[in-house]
């Protein structure tokens, strides 16, 4: 595991700090703004919130994940979680490619990054 990218993310979760990067992982390029676990998992619990009972009892779950999350020590990083995520595979046009789309990766699955976004060119 990248010492570097461990930095970032335990910012993120222990600081609020955001950065954008582009990550490598198998091949494909993921690009967005650094995130706490704890801020991923309320986008997450918000976007069910309006749901069938099902999205609703899920929401409750991801709602409490996030308080667990703030709560509890940041050390063990595992996962890195951006927000306004694209992910570039190929010359195709990025996934998604309008909307807010959160993304949530393994730490050992980077296979290297960069700072800074990339945007699709038309």
Known sequence: MDDLLLTYVKAANQKDFSIDLTLNVNGALVTGTTVSASKYLQSLSESLEEGDEVSKAISEKLAEASQSAEERDQEDVRFVHLKNAQVYNGDAQPTPSEEE??????????????????????
Request: net charge negative; no cysteine; hydrophobic share 40%.
């Open 101 to 122: 789309f959160y993304w949530r990766g393994k730490v050992e699955e980077v296979d290297g990054f960069f700072l800074g976004k990339i945007d699709a060119k038309d």
